[in-house]
């Protein structure tokens, strides 16, 4: 497959997506009070977010598997000590990565069944059966008997479908869909697009739509029969592919400040869960800002604040003396090759 770089659209579309990684997570807890606006967040910034990550993985490599498997290992050590620290409940181990960890895992085994693709030409008419096959085995993966978040299995094989169809979609393809819509038609378009997946997620019950956005949740807990399952989950496959769409074809390529935030993603997607940790596991805390301010206010403040922890980790100096972290195997083989310097100048004196 032909090599994939990197082009300003992707990066505002990452910006966006990032962003919305935080905000979503920073009012989890008060979710129930704009459920509709939380369901509509969730039904597509994981799966868009996970498609992109899919085109730019024609370049994968070994290194970049250790990588993510390294960052999987260091940030979930990193977030265990914090809640050790801080005498919070602690459910999650190295088995069930933390609470936005678990994309790393996931990557980790969709870049491992994407390394033989890499060089392999594969027919349109391919591309079509593997992604029905994946498209399946997302909705069949509800009906497993196993708790959905070990090992993120359930999200892996949920999401793999737009991950492989970020990754099986070339240059050309990608930029016919940009183009697809234009002018005012792409904007009156998006906007039924976004009025029409609003209606209908606040017509259906917002528990059973969070319940399978999320992607760990079985139909055990849907507690729906076989078909009924089949269709609701199905649909969310629809509304998500849908949406991404949308965005796709509106994002332009200008590059803005913004821009940068998808550039510098993975650093704002490791470490914002450190600054919401009490919004989510401080239970008198929640209570407290619940009977402080009122809903909408608090959905506003706690927008603000997603801004201010995306600008902060975006930052210039944060982002200087976290790279090494962010970057695990470059760290390690410069602290290795230094080694091997210093021990070969003492050999030579």
């Given at each position: 497959?032909v ?7 992707m ?6 997506l990032?962003?919305l ?8 807890a ?20 996970i498609f ?24 979930q050590s990193?977030?265990?000590?914090i ?10 181990a ?9 994309y790393?895992?996931?990557m ?5 069944i994407?390394?033989p ?18 498209l399946c ?13 070990l ?19 070339d240059?050309n ?6 183009l ?16 029409a ?5 606040s ?7 969070d ?14 029969n ?19 769409f949308?965005i ?7 590059k803005t ?7 510098n ?46 600008m902060?980790l975006?930052?210039?100096i944060?982002?200087?003396y976290?790279?090494?972290l ?10 290795v090759?230094?080694f ?10």
């Amino acid at each position: 497959m032909v090599e994939i770089n990197k082009d300003i659209s992707m990066s505002n579309v990452k910006s966006v997506l990032i962003f919305l990684v935080v905000f979503g997570h920073s009012f989890e807890a008060f979710k129930t009070d704009h459920y509709e606006l939380y369901n509509f967040i969730y039904s597509f910034h994981m799966p868009l977010f996970i498609f992109v990550s899919g085109y730019f993985a024609k370049t994968v490599n070994f290194k970049k598997i250790i990588n993510l498997f390294l960052l999987l290992i260091i940030f979930q050590s990193i977030y265990k000590i914090i809640y050790l620290l801080s005498d919070m409940d602690f459910w999650w181990a190295y088995k069930i990565p933390y609470i936005q960890l678990w994309y790393l895992l996931s990557m980790i085994f969709w870049y491992l069944i994407s390394l033989p693709l890499v060089k392999i030409k594969i027919t349109k008419q391919t591309k079509y059966t593997i992604l029905l096959f994946l498209l399946c085995i997302g909705v069949l993966s509800r009906f497993i008997p196993i708790d959905g978040y070990l090992l993120s299995y359930r999200r892996t094989l949920g999401f793999a479908f737009f991950f492989f169809l970020g990754f099986l979609i070339d240059k050309n393809e990608l930029n016919k869909l940009r183009l697809f819509l234009k002018g005012r038609i792409k904007w009156i378009a998006t906007a039924v697009f976004f009025l029409a997946v609003f209606i209908y997620l606040s017509i259906i019950d917002s528990s059973i739509l969070d319940m399978i956005f999320h992607g760990s949740i079985g139909t055990e807990d849907l507690q729906m029969n076989f078909w009924p399952s089949v269709i609701y989950i199905t649909n969310s496959y629809v509304i998500s592919i849908v949406m991404c769409f949308a965005i796709l074809t509106t994002v332009n390529n200008k590059k803005t400040y913004f821009t940068s935030w998808g550039d510098n993603s993975i650093y704002i997607f490791l470490f914002h869960m450190i600054f919401l940790i009490p919004l989510l596991c401080v239970p008198t805390l929640i209570e407290k800002i619940r009977n402080i301010f009122n809903k909408d206010i608090l959905l506003m403040l706690l927008f603000i604040y997603s801004v201010a922890i995306t600008m902060f980790l975006n930052s210039r100096i944060f982002i200087k003396y976290t790279t090494w972290l962010c970057n695990p195997y470059m760290a390690t083989n410069i602290i290795v090759n230094k080694f091997k310097v210093k021990n070969k100048f003492r050999k030579v004196v």
